[in-house]
């Protein structure tokens, strides 16, 4: 059975509300008939995932009647309408008003199953993206870290968990993946959020200018050292320090840093004084330091003593069913800034989130949606990854199919039925899938367990 095909059939006539209830469930659409305009609408809930078509010649209230007292209520539930010859300019009229589709009588029921199966897929559509909007308007301020995939909700989970541990957090991530958002939503869950959060790339910084930088100096403690500087530590004394791109810090600097965090005490250049501070560090880097082959010049010292907890943040490729609803709130957000319409998934979109692979991650993503609302997607469209132009074609239908399922079971929070129901295909075969791409149904249930600290 299709997913979500489900008609609302509104007919004074008995015979043809039965013959049509018949011919439509033969096909697996789920059928609900009304003898009169006031008993479907009585009947309509909110939100149905369906389609309503209706005759218009009807006593009482009539169809274009109930038309636009459905209209009125929900603009984007579709509505087919059924018509005598002498009624179809009157149709026509009403299409331009928003009605999905007219079908003149005598009609074919292949023409209306067709019609049907259309305007469900378009509700299905609609009905998606209003979710995906709520879900985008709702996102939590303390906490925008957005996404329902297992992963995303186990690291909220845990950031809200630490928050008021004083204790120093190493963020894993690649480039674009959000890291700095993990550490500031840490600092604004925390009981430092009144105190400052203080950002500092190293690998942004020249050698020559990261150690004042990082613990300031005094007056002459260098040639063009005019004055005193307070440090990045010392002001985020009582908040906290995100250093980003850690691994590239120099050499002098971490051994300088490995005793700040050690005594929790700073001296600055050109001083022998030292400073007490009231610090955590939240250290971010986008390759694996626990791997001696990846560290490099990396102190390990320095980097078990930031290795009190750490959090692995995935990559946006590993959560493909957090896709839609991350591109819905950078269309919302894009939208608000460039002051346009925003640009919800349809299918082209969605097959477009489903198939890259995302290489610069969420700031990737956020750059193709405000392209979407500027309306220099189709000119600006990023290509394809090298890893994509190698796969095969039935390999890349695979990693979309697989994305689809996990879609499917995060939204429905891995029950089964509701799955099924969603994607449309047998139980057997549902199985069969989950166990050719490796998905475990068991994480996307509620409660399932936490796995992104690794406390040392």
């Given at each position: 059975?299709?997913?979500?095909?489900?008609?609302?059939?509104?007919?004074?006539?008995?015979?043809?509300?039965?013959?049509?209830?018949q011919?439509?469930?033969?096909?697996?659409?789920?059928?609900?008939?009304?003898?009169?305009?006031?008993?479907?609408?009585?009947?309509?809930?909110?939100?149905?995932?369906?389609?309503?078509?209706?005759?218009?010649?009807?006593?009482?209230?009539?169809?274009?009647?109930?038309?636009?007292?459905?209209?009125?209520?929900?603009?984007?539930l579709?509505?087919?309408?059924?018509?005598?010859?002498?009624?179809?300019p009157?149709?026509?009229?009403?299409?331009?008003?928003?009605?999905?589709?007219?079908?003149?009588?005598?009609?074919?029921?292949?023409?209306?199953?067709?019609?049907?199966?259309?305007?469900?897929?378009?509700?299905?559509?609609?009905?998606?993206?209003?979710?995906?909007?709520?879900?985008?308007?709702?996102?939590?301020?303390?906490?925008?870290?957005?996404?329902?995939?297992?992963?995303?909700?186990?690291?909220?989970?845990?950031?809200?968990?630490?928050a008021?541990?004083d204790?120093?957090?190493?963020?894993?991530?690649?480039?674009?993946?959000?890291?700095?958002?993990?550490?500031?939503?840490?600092?604004?869950?925390?009981?430092?959020?009144?105190?400052?959060?203080v950002?500092?790339?190293?690998?942004?910084?020249?050698?020559?200018?990261?150690?004042?930088?990082?613990?300031?100096?005094?007056?002459?403690?260098?040639?063009?050292a005019?004055?005193?500087?307070?440090?990045?530590?010392?002001?985020?004394?009582g908040?906290?320090?995100?250093?980003?791109?850690?691994?590239?810090?120099?050499?002098?600097?971490?051994?300088?840093?490995?005793?700040?965090?050690?005594?929790?005490?700073?001296?600055p250049?050109?001083?022998?004084?030292?400073?007490?501070?009231?610090?955590?560090?939240?250290?971010?880097?986008?390759?694996?330091?626990?791997?001696?082959?990846?560290?490099?010049?990396?102190?390990?010292?320095?980097?078990?003593?930031?290795?009190?907890?750490?959090?692995?943040l995935?990559?946006?490729r590993?959560?493909?069913?957090?896709?839609?609803?991350?591109?819905t709130?950078?269309?919302?957000?894009?939208?608000?800034?460039?002051?346009?319409?925003?640009?919800?998934?349809?299918?082209?979109?969605?097959?477009?989130?489903?198939?890259?692979?995302?290489?610069?991650?969420?700031?990737?993503?956020?750059?193709?949606?405000?392209?979407?609302?500027l309306?220099?997607?189709?000119?600006?469209?990023?290509?394809?990854?090298?890893?994509?132009?190698?796969?095969?074609?039935?390999?890349?239908?695979?990693?979309?199919?697989?994305?689809?399922?996990?879609?499917?079971?995060?939204?429905?929070?891995?029950?089964?039925?509701?799955?099924?129901?969603?994607?449309?295909?047998?139980?057997?075969?549902f199985?069969?899938?989950?166990?050719?791409?490796?998905?475990?149904?068991?994480?996307?249930?509620?409660?399932?367990?936490?796995?992104?600290?690794?406390?040392?």
């Amino acid at each position: 059975m299709n997913a979500a095909q489900h008609v609302f059939f509104v007919d004074d006539d008995a015979d043809l509300r039965q013959a049509t209830a018949q011919s439509l469930a033969l096909h697996g659409v789920q059928v609900t008939v009304h003898a009169s305009a006031n008993a479907a609408l009585a009947a309509l809930p909110p939100d149905f995932d369906g389609v309503l078509v209706t005759d218009v010649r009807m006593p009482g209230m009539d169809g274009l009647q109930l038309f636009q007292a459905v209209r009125a209520r929900d603009p984007d539930l579709p509505v087919i309408l059924i018509t005598g010859h002498g009624d179809i300019p009157m149709a026509v009229q009403a299409m331009q008003q928003g009605a999905y589709d007219f079908l003149a009588k005598p009609y074919a029921s292949a023409r209306l199953l067709t019609a049907v199966r259309n305007a469900c897929a378009q509700r299905r559509l609609a009905l998606d993206n209003r979710r995906l909007k709520a879900q985008a308007v709702a996102v939590d301020d303390d906490l925008p870290l957005i996404g329902e995939s297992p992963a995303m909700q186990r690291l909220r989970q845990t950031l809200r968990h630490i928050a008021d541990a004083d204790v120093d957090v190493l963020v894993e991530g690649e480039t674009g993946a959000g890291k700095e958002v993990v550490a500031a939503s840490l600092h604004r869950l925390s009981r430092r959020a009144p105190r400052p959060f203080v950002a500092l790339n190293c690998g942004a910084l020249p050698v020559t200018v990261i150690e004042s930088e990082l613990f300031g100096h005094e007056a002459g403690a260098f040639t063009g050292a005019h004055k005193r500087r307070v440090g990045s530590i010392e002001y985020a004394s009582g908040g906290t320090l995100f250093l980003d791109e850690i691994e590239s810090m120099p050499a002098a600097a971490q051994v300088n840093l490995l005793r700040v965090l050690e005594t929790r005490a700073v001296t600055p250049l050109g001083s022998n004084e030292l400073r007490p501070v009231d610090l955590r560090v939240v250290a971010a880097t986008k390759v694996d330091l626990g791997d001696p082959s990846q560290r490099g010049d990396f102190r390990a010292d320095l980097y078990y003593r930031l290795n009190v907890v750490t959090l692995r943040l995935p990559a946006l490729r590993e959560r493909r069913e957090d896709l839609a609803m991350l591109f819905t709130h950078f269309s919302m957000r894009a939208a608000a800034r460039f002051k346009r319409e925003p640009v919800l998934p349809d299918g082209t979109i969605l097959d477009y989130l489903h198939g890259h692979d995302w290489p610069g991650n969420v700031r990737e993503l956020a750059h193709y949606a405000e392209r979407q609302v500027l309306g220099l997607a189709d000119a600006l469209m990023p290509q394809a990854s090298p890893a994509d132009a190698e796969e095969s074609l039935p390999a890349l239908m695979e990693k979309h199919e697989a994305g689809l399922i996990r879609q499917a079971l995060a939204r429905h929070a891995g029950d089964v039925r509701a799955t099924l129901q969603a994607l449309g295909i047998p139980r057997k075969t549902f199985y069969d899938k989950l166990q050719r791409h490796g998905i475990d149904r068991s994480a996307y249930q509620p409660g399932s367990p936490a796995g992104n600290s690794q406390p040392s």
